[in-house]
Nanobody
């Protein structure tokens, strides 16, 4: 089971980025997927998730209305579209996966993690 996150970079405030998470060794369709981020010196924080079963989506209040999580089951990919980016969105972003979770916002519940991709929002 492997996850690989990509798509990070440097963007100006107000800009957009789309992060990708490629899964191999398992079918994402049958897993809950989460995006988390970690800024220097801070804890890893929940950003967004797509729960299995049911495909309900959840967002942190700080990104609601700006970020969108989506899944392409045919390509076994998960995306995080990030719009209206702010400097406080700067962090390393991680994708994670697991089956049934009791708290989809808790990073400790996810067994599988990608390596992280850096997002820097700065003028």
């Amino acid at each position: 089971v492997q996850l690989q996150a990509s798509g990070g970079g440097l963007v100006q405030p107000g800009g957009s980025l789309r992060l990708s998470c490629a899964a191999s060794g398992f079918n994402l369709h049958y897993y809950s997927i989460g995006w988390f981020r970690q800024a220097p010196g801070k804890e890893r924080m929940f950003v967004a998730s797509n729960r299995w079963p049911g495909a309900s989506t959840f967002y942190a209040d700080s990104v609601k209305g700006r970020f969108t999580i989506s899944t392409n089951s045919a390509q076994n990919m998960v995306y995080l579209q990030m719009n209206s980016l702010k400097p406080e969105d700067t962090a390393v972003y991680y994708c994670a996966a697991d089956r049934i979770l009791s708290n989809i916002r808790d990073p400790s519940e996810y067994a599988y993690w990608g390596q992280g991709t850096q997002v820097t929002v700065s003028s």
